[in-house]
């Protein structure tokens, strides 16, 4: 890995004090972010952030290389209930997760104090530190990485959606004809690729912040090793009488969000429903047995995915195409 940060990095790294837990809350923890073998987190601070989409737009132009680019007319697939799902008229859609929006910011008016407050809250992939979309595809697609960032290989990818079922937020997002499916069995298998934020891993591996982060002029998030962020979360919700989420749900994540209000209340207030996650209670999907025998029977798979990845890289390498891959 290589150990360097951007200006930008360094000077937020430089306020961030070497990640002390004294400090107020800090963007980012320069020595944590470029050590691969500690869990990454990220600490987001709802009542700093003012819904300016920065953050938004930054991961958009930041990750358009990686976004979606399929080829028309669709083939039909067999069955037929298979749904297509087609954002390519709807890239600019920035009010909930699609193939090319892998971040957006939910809006929840509540009462705090006998008043009516706004808050607006950045949501996306949260994360997981055990996390069921990697350890339950059937084809090895998604993985996760030494220090924590979970990504799904759009060259492996089939789209079967298996990630977003398993997933307590149901996050990723599925962009029909484009992929590998349609180099294998397009009219019987999959039907594309499935999509979400990546932590914006090759810029961490150079040492550099995720986009959104650097974007942000309210400070609102903060990247560190994930005991870190942790007890920098319950110590800002100690002086502020705050909240936390994202600790414990779903056996622990790395996205900890620290609330002034509690977030039955903030869950009920969102909108939620398709490319709009819940703020409510996730149990740990992968602490019951069915799930972890399903887990371990699925793991061949990954093998075999991982060889039609490298036949599917052959042919756009003969047809004269670029990969959007880096591994
Ligand atoms: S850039 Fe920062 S303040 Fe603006 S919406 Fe995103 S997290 Fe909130
Ligand atoms: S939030 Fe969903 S998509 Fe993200 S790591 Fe967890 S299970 Fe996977
Ligand atoms: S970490 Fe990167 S991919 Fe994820 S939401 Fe932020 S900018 Fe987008």
């Not at 087609?86 to 890239?91: E, F, S």
């Not at 709009?276 to 699925?298: C, E, F, Q, R, Y």
Request: hydrophobic fraction near 35%; proline fraction near 7%; include cysteine.
């Amino acid at each position: 890995m290589t150990k360097k940060l951007s200006r930008r990095a360094f000077l937020k790294g430089g306020m961030a004090a070497a990640c002390t837990i004294a400090a107020s809350s800090a963007p980012v923890c320069a020595s944590s972010i470029t050590d691969d073998n500690k869990q990454l987190a990220t600490l987001i601070d709802i009542s700093k952030c003012i819904g300016c989409e920065e953050c938004v737009f930054a991961c958009m132009d930041s990750n358009a290389d990686k976004f979606p680019n399929p080829q028309k007319p669709f083939p039909k697939m067999i069955p037929k209930r298979v749904p297509v799902m087609d954002w390519t008229g709807k890239q600019d859609v920035t009010d909930r997760l699609t193939p090319y929006n892998w971040l957006y910011i939910q809006h929840a008016t509540v009462e705090k104090g006998g008043k009516e407050i706004d808050l607006t809250i950045p949501r996306r992939c949260m994360h997981c530190v055990n996390p069921p979309c990697v350890k339950l595809c059937p084809w090895g697609a998604a993985r996760q990485y030494r220090n924590g960032i979970s990504r799904i290989n759009s060259g492996i990818c089939l789209g079967g959606a298996k990630c977003k079922t398993v997933c307590p937020w149901k996050i990723p997002e599925r962009q029909t004809g484009v992929g590998l499916y349609l180099d294998i069995l397009p009219e019987l298998a999959g039907n594309g690729v499935m999509y979400k934020c990546d932590r914006c891993y090759e810029k961490v591996a150079h040492g550099e912040l995720p986009a959104c982060i650097e974007a942000c002029p309210e400070d609102v998030q903060t990247i560190g090793s994930r005991d870190d962020i942790i007890k920098q979360a319950h110590k800002l919700a100690k002086e502020t009488n705050g909240y936390i989420y994202g600790e414990k749900e779903n056996g622990g994540t790395n996205t900890i969000y620290v609330s002034p209000v509690p977030f039955e209340q903030l869950d009920k207030a969102v909108e939620k429903g398709k490319g709009k996650p819940h703020l409510g209670p996730a149990k740990d999907s992968m602490a019951t047995a069915n799930n972890l025998a399903v887990a371990m029977l699925i793991a061949p798979f990954a093998g075999v995915a991982a060889a039609a990845s490298k036949f599917y890289k052959h042919t756009k390498n003969e047809k004269g195409e670029a990969s959007n891959e880096s591994e």
